[in-house]
Each structure stands twice: as structure tokens, then as C-alpha cells.
């Protein structure tokens, strides 16, 4: 004859618990109407493009952007390496060319930023946003200051980056599908132009012109092998390191 399986009272405590509150609730990706209508309008649109790159929508994403000429770029990674999917023309940022350091200084900040699901704000002042991650490990270890940096519609800013409604839709859904495929988080790589070195030549003259060149270690690396490097900071200067099983043999 069966026996009742007795169940443990922390277990019963636990389903009882899921009953009165769903498990979405643990779902560290925030949503709203406004993020889901968004998601619904764009997919479409960007199933097609993505499709005619030969690439799949909610592979891993990375995006980049340069101040200079206002451009973010968002990549899609296609087997080991990346491929450049879409750029994206910046609205608006504000000050000038440079790190942000302090609380106020309306700088728009320049680094190596991590973006992570609970990041996103669905139900942003300016339409769709999501926090960079400002202070990173970098800035922490030179004592800037500041916080909510970020990545939003409409076209006006004080330290963020201001994409326009449309844009930061597009850009929003393949960040959401990269996550609910798995993405742990997307890297952001922001440079105040294209660090080449005669753009560092030009700019040698510049208080952050040491700063600068340690950003085009990352870039230089990126650039080659089309892999984020994986970033560290040690002794007050980001450090970059290739994970081997990620650098595709065929890459000079």
C-alpha cells in the first residue's frame, strides 16, 4: 500500500509562499507595459535586419559608444567573435570630452562599464534607461563620484546618454532578449573618439591624454580579436586580459 509522502514544513512554507506571491517576482529583468509594447512593436523590425546579418536575436550583446562623432555601437556576437550590428546616432550628452569625477560636474563619464538585468528601468522619466554602472572598480579607485548614469530616450541629459525614443527602444529589446537568453550582463566600452593613435597624438596635449591611452589598450584589443577583453583594475589603471577559449584560432 502507498504510503502519504510527508512534506517538510520549510518545503510547504515555500509553495504556499509561490502561491501568494508568483515566482516572477524573483525575475531580476524589470518590465513594464510601456518596456513589453516597446519589445512587441520592435522585434519585427529588428528579426529581419538581424536575419539578413546571419545573426540571432538574443545572442550575447556588446555596444560601444564614442563622443566625438555621437555614435553608440551594438554588437552581436556570431559564434566566438562579434559582428557589428547597428549604429546608433546619440541625441545628446553633456560637457566635454573626458572622465566624469564628481557629483555635479555634468560630465558624461568614459570607461569600461558592466550592465547587468536589474539595471534596466522600464519605467524611466525618459521613456526607456538603463545604469551603466557608474562608479566602476576605475573610478571607485580614483574616489570619483557621482551615480544613476545613464543610457535613456528622449534627447535631453545632464551626465547620461540620450538616444531618442526610438533608438533606445531598439537598442532596449535586443539588451532584453540577450538577457532572457541568458546574458549575465552587457559590456559597455565608452571612448571619447576612435583611439587610434593619431587621434592620441592630437590629443597629447590633453589632461586625460594618459587616461586615454590606457582606454586604447582595451580598444586596440577589441578591435583585433572582436572580443570584449575582460577588464581589472590594479594599481589605479584598467588591465585587459583575452579568456583563450574565446579568441577564435583564425584571427591574425
Known sequence: MRK???IPFEQWLFCSFLLIFPITMFSQLPSSARSNDAVKRQTPKLQHLIDSLGLKLGDPVFMRIFKESKELEVWIRKAKNYTLFKVYPICYFSGTLGAKTRTGDGQAPEGFYKIKPESMNPLSNFHLSFNIGYPNTYDQSHKYSGSEIR????????G?????DQNIEEIW???VKAFEKGQGTVDLHIFPFRMTDQKLK????????LFWANLQEGYVLFERFRIP????VKKGRNTFNMVSY??????P
Do not use: D, F, K
Request: aromatic content about 6%; hydrophobic content about 40%.
Open 229 to 232: 577583453p575582460v577588464v581589472t
Open 173 to 175: 529589446t535586443l539588451m
Open 246 to 251: 574565446q579568441v577564435s584560432s583564425s584571427i
Open 151 to 158: 543610457v535613456h530616450g528622449n534627447c535631453v541629459s545632464i
Open 160 to 164: 547620461c546618454y540620450a538616444m531618442g
Open 202 to 209: 592630437e590629443n597629447s596635449e590633453s589632461n586625460w591624454a
Open 4 to 6: 502519504n509522502r510527508v
